[in-house]
């Protein structure tokens, strides 16, 4: 299921169901979030209702009542009908609406649930309701869809909506039992359908291996160099740092998912050797398995990094619970035993003492903004530093007559000191062991 451009202006309703599992605070967080993932695709939220249940597999999802209530606020185009007169007895412990101003007959022309639903539910709801509905995992691979630029990415999200599209065709489809004359005689439209969509996932799924194999021969390329790369929640400010510390143009906007391809540039000012930045796609809850599989060649940048850095919004008061979902799904694609900095940012939005708070509840973590140049400064720093720990210092002698080496050492190794004698240049060098022992049997082949 896609968005067509002519739904950018639509009205949604919200809906939370709250469970014995799934409730206070953290139902609330969650809603709030959907609120900003609707409005990253241009829907404007007009209100946000929610339902105490004891789970969300009933078969219209809601209660009578309930969905009484919402068929009203989109404007009564269902099959809902109010057989009680609109008399229904809210009972305060089952039913608790999110405050929202009062909204008024058919305010909304779209429903968004908080929350997965099955093709079922959702055939049994737009039915009831007469207007789309949506449920969370729809909407989060929308955006993906929108914000796709390269190959590797556009791929990987079509292969995550055609897995999420599959098993709805069998809903919208199942009424259909015309036989197909011609190629294909005797399957019906759904059998077709399906074959079809199949047939797409494995197309893409070999394009998505050729891809993935230019991509790793690429990080073999530059495996001999120290790699850093940003992780953390979309929206947490990645990508304003990225193009903070390279003084690149990496795309980042105030918005979920701005950034879904992973950008690796060089860290500015340069060093010697170089040290590569890569800007990874942002996290959130709930983020549908599929796109989490697909995502795997992208994060593979995380996983071949020697610096991860946890970057958070400081200013979000749910940047813990947030910062915890980063940790699941980077152990998930057996990300775990890299050297790891927590970045407190967009400290530019707290005051004196959230911030001694927070370093006192983070005391190894780096505060910092991407618009405060000092800032930035310290990060590079702090990077420069990790660059050195492992290296190792040596003495280098090289004859004038080895062309090339001196260039070459100048491009990967930090020169510390040097000394031009008669016959030969003496380097004091640092150095990782495995760069040292390449220019070594290099020389020695002179």
Same mark, same amino acid.
């Given at each position: 299921m896609q968005l067509t451009e002519k739904k950018l202006l639509n009205h949604a309703l919200l809906i939370s169901i709250s469970t014995p599992q799934f409730k206070g605070d953290e139902a609330k967080e969650s809603l709030a979030e959907l609120s900003r993932l609707v409005t990253t695709l241009g829907f404007k939220v007009v209100g946000t209702q929610s339902q105490r249940q004891n789970s969300t597999q009933k078969v219209n999802v809601l209660g009578e009542g309930k969905l009484v209530e919402i068929?009203?606020?989109?404007?009564?185009?269902?099959?809902?009908?109010?057989?009680?007169?609109? %008399?229904?007895? /809210?009972?305060?412990?089952?039913?608790?609406?999110?405050?929202?101003?009062?909204?008024?007959?058919?305010?909304?022309?779209?429903?968004?649930?908080?929350?997965?639903?099955?093709?079922? @539910?959702?055939?049994?709801?737009?039915?009831?309701?007469?207007?789309?509905?949506?449920?969370?995992?729809? /909407?989060?691979? $929308?955006?993906?869809?929108?914000?796709?630029?390269?190959?590797?990415?556009?791929? @990987?999200?079509? /292969?995550?909506?055609?897995?999420?599209?599959?098993?709805?065709?069998?809903?919208?489809?199942?009424?259909?039992?015309?036989?197909?004359?011609?190629?294909?005689?005797?399957?019906?439209?759904?059998?077709?359908?399906?074959?079809?969509?199949?047939? @797409?996932?494995?197309?893409?799924?070999?394009?998505?291996?050729?891809? @993935?194999? $230019?991509? %790793?021969?690429?990080?073999?390329?530059?495996?001999?160099?120290?790699?850093v790369a940003f992780v953390g929640y979309t929206n947490a400010g990645k990508s304003s740092m990225m193009r903070a510390i390279t003084g690149s143009n990496v795309d980042g906007e105030n918005k979920l998912f701005a950034t879904l391809d992973t950008t690796v540039r060089a860290l500015y000012p340069e060093t010697q050797p170089r040290v590569l930045v890569s800007d990874t796609v942002g996290f959130i809850k709930k983020l549908p398995h599929d796109l989490v599989a697909s995502f795997h060649s992208t994060l593979a940048e995380a996983q071949d990094a020697s610096l991860l850095l946890y970057v958070v919004d400081a200013s979000d008061a749910s940047f813990r619970s947030q910062l915890d979902v980063v940790n699941e799904v980077l152990s998930e694609v057996g990300v775990e035993d890299s050297k790891k900095l927590l970045v407190l940012n967009k400290s530019d939005r707290l005051t004196d003492t959230q911030k001694e708070s927070l370093m006192e509840e983070f005391p190894d973590a780096m505060l910092t903004s991407a618009l405060n140049p000092d800032d930035v400064k310290k990060l590079h720093k702090y990077i420069v530093a990790a660059t050195q720990e492992g290296m190792i210092e040596e003495e280098i002698i090289v004859p004038y007559t080895a062309n090339g080496i001196i260039g070459e050492i100048r491009s990967t190794m930090s020169v510390a000191k040097e000394e031009y004698e008669y016959e030969h240049v003496k380097l004091t060098v640092r150095s990782n062991a495995i760069d040292l022992e390449k220019l070594k049997k290099k020389m020695s082949e002179m």
């Open positions: 068929a009203r606020l989109t404007g009564n185009k269902g099959e809902v009908i109010d057989n009680n007169d609109g %008399k229904y007895t /809210i009972d305060e412990d089952a039913f608790d609406d999110i405050p929202s101003t009062d909204l008024p007959e058919g305010c909304a022309d779209v429903v968004v649930f908080d929350c997965d639903l099955t093709p079922s @539910q959702l055939r049994n709801v737009e039915n009831q309701l007469g207007v789309e509905v949506f449920d969370r995992t729809g /909407i989060i691979i $929308e955006i993906f869809s929108r914000h796709a630029r390269t190959k590797t990415a556009k791929l @990987q999200v079509e /292969i995550a909506r055609l897995n999420y599209v599959a098993p709805r065709l069998r809903e919208t489809s199942c009424g259909d039992r015309e036989r197909q004359m011609g190629k294909g005689a005797g399957e019906t439209t759904l059998e077709l359908n399906r074959r079809k969509v199949r047939d @797409q996932l494995a197309d893409l799924r070999r394009e998505l291996i050729s891809v @993935q194999d $230019e991509m %790793k021969g690429r990080r073999t390329q530059r495996s001999d160099l120290f790699c």
